[in-house]
């Protein structure tokens, strides 16, 4: 048996006294994704932000590659291979595209992810190379947010609603490369509403619920069954 790229076990996690996180329990393979699935409030973005210690895990397991990353500085993670695309999509509008990539490039390593082979893999990214990034639409924001997240060579992405606010296009266009992404052997924890999307592209589901899961398991046992999840998802 291969050693999962990410293995969670029974993390907790507060803000202040609020109890958030009461058993979040998940597994990740190489190349594979995982949807983490519920309702608004249930905990989805508490769960990405815990993994990478961006909010302090009270208790639990977070296993990467058979190692403990639970307490890992925040600030390392990235250099494990583990980046976060944020649902605020994170960019610095302020400044321009290409600065925006430039701020993450440090090698020349042609085997790596570099500015050329992420203009590449999002081509309308190319006509707005110099542009300020307040001038990029939504799409455009969450392709450079994905490619910058791409430019630190991640083996595990954390992506947090890619989908929101955007038109049905361009998120097909975004579905295509994190299809190509996950052929490519990266994995991906996906937090996602839109749930058609969600089921393109995981393996495997996780329902979480008020902070806890409810279900985990193989994506076509979930497809055959939603309506079993209709407490802790909207179907
Ligand atoms: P959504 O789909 O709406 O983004 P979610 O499943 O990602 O929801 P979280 O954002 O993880 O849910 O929030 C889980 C709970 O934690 C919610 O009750 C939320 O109000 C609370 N919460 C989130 N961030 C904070 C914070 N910084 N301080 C206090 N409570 C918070």
Redesign the pocket.
Known sequence: MTTPVLEVKDLNTH??K?H?LQGINLTINRGNCLALL??????????LRSIVNL?KPSSGTIKYFGKNLLNQPSYKIPSYGITLVP?NRGILKTLTLEENLKIVSNKNDKDNWNIEKVLEIFPSLKSKYYNNCFDLSGGEQQMLSLARALMLNPKLILLD?PSQGLAPKIVLQIEKVLHKLLADNLSILL?E?NLKLAISLASHVSV?GK?ITRWEGEKLDFVKNVDKHKEWISV
């Open positions: 803000y202040g609020s958030i519920g309702r608004n409030g249930a905990g989805k973005t508490t769960t909010t649902e609603e937090v509403q979480i902070g």
